[in-house]
């Protein structure tokens, strides 16, 4: 890992080079936007920035944590320079998160993000993610928030959230825009609604005017059903807002990012093809050096999962996706995926 200069302002120069249009970045997702992927993005498709998945801070306080979520920490320097890198860190510990927030500006990346948004009880049971939505946890927030300035100020922090725990709750909306944060990022639905109803972008203009009257400095982005660029454009300039953050519309179109370009089926392949490389590369087996020599970093299951994304949109695809699923070993896939090219 190779460490460049952070650069604060990387949200406010990326929207200068949309030329009025506005950002869209790719969301952080937890077993996708890892460094395989990003990668990949970074390459074809070319989101304004990019995220981590989620990384625990706590984790990375520890010493066995940390060796394992350095792993998530990861980027190249020429992924960074198309498409910059914000690692998204979660806590609920003030200290923690501090030193996660000086571990991400030490390791060169271009921005930090605050996640308080994840819906998972098992996150939440920790005081982390969405559960600090809920007022009695708000002073918390603000200390968490208080401590990644600290342990970054050198790099933008942003901050992603939901509207809300069970319902609504503007008061969550105002208390965020008065924490002087550099960017923030509504998922427009609440923790309750998990992603089971549409998204309320209803409420998108309310918000925007919001922020214009108590930080208008924030950049403000939208999150929530968009699946391609066209649409994201519209919401921007309906509502008047600095960007959105797209996450499941990658799957429907991997190249969604590249002006909604629909790759051909060779070139589905060819990606594919790619990524299996670099996730071999980044989280097969380990080199001889490493002490836990031989070892998975992370299951050749979750990269079979993207099947879906490339293996997609053509006819017979479904009956070539069930066909490759059936393979473990990721050679004999690569093999396979050849074989499929020399054919078509
Ligand atoms: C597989 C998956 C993993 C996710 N992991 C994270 C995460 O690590 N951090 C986060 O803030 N949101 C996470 N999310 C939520 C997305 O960032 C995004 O807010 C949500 O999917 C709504 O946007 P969309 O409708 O464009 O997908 C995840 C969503 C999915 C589908």
Redesign the pocket.
């Known amino acids: 890992m190779f460490v460049t200069k952070n650069k604060k302002g990387i949200w406010r120069s990326k929207l200068t080079q949309t030329n009025g249009k506005g950002l869209c970045v790719i ?6 936007t890892d460094n395989a992927f990003r990668e990949i993005l970074a390459k074809y498709s070319t989101p304004d920035l990019s995220y981590t ?2 990384v625990s801070a706590d984790g990375l306080a520890h010493p066995t944590g940390k060796k394992r979520l350095l792993r998530d920490l990861e980027y190249t320097k020429k992924q960074r320079k198309s498409s910059p890198v914000i690692a ?1 860190i979660f806590s609920g510990k003030p200290d923690n998160i501090r030193q996660g927030a000086a571990l991400v500006q030490k390791l060169g990346f271009d921005g930090v993000d605050i ?1 308080t ?2 819906p998972s009880r098992t996150i939440n049971k920790q005081v982390c993610g969405a559960e600090l939505i809920k007022i009695e946890n708000r002073e918390l927030a603000g200390e968490l928030i208080q401590a990644v300035k600290e342990g970054a100020p050198k790099l933008d922090v942003a901050l ?1 959230t939901r509207l809300g725990w069970n319902e609504i709750d503007m008061s969550w909306i105002t208390f965020l825009l008065e924490q002087n944060l550099d960017v923030l990022t509504i ?1 427009l639905r609440t923790r309750k609604e998990m ?1 089971k109803v549409s ?1 309320h972008w209803e409420l998108m203009s309310e918000i925007r005017e919001m922020r214009d009257k108590i930080s208008p400095h924030t950049l403000l982005l939208g ?4 699946d391609t660029k066209e649409e994201a454009y519209q919401k921007i300039s309906e509502h008047g807002i600095d960007g959105v ?5 990658i799957f429907k179109n991997p190249l969604l990012f590249d002006a909604d370009r629909v790759p051909s089926v060779k070139e589905r392949y060819v990606l594919l093809k790619e990524h299996i490389k670099l996730f071999e590369a980044n989280f097969g087996p380990t080199k001889r050096n490493m002490s836990e020599f031989g070892k998975r970093i992370k299951s050749f299951y979750l990269m079979k999962k993207f099947l879906k994304v490339y293996i997609n949109g053509f006819p017979g695809a479904k009956e070539v996706r069930n066909e490759l699923m059936q393979i473990n070993e990721p050679e004999d896939l690569l093999e396979e995926i050849d074989h499929k090219l020399i054919n078509l």
């Open positions: 969301a952080p997702m937890a077993d996708v998945e989620f998204q996640n948004g994840c992603k998922h992603s998204a999150n929530g059903d968009i953050m797209i996450g499941r519309g």
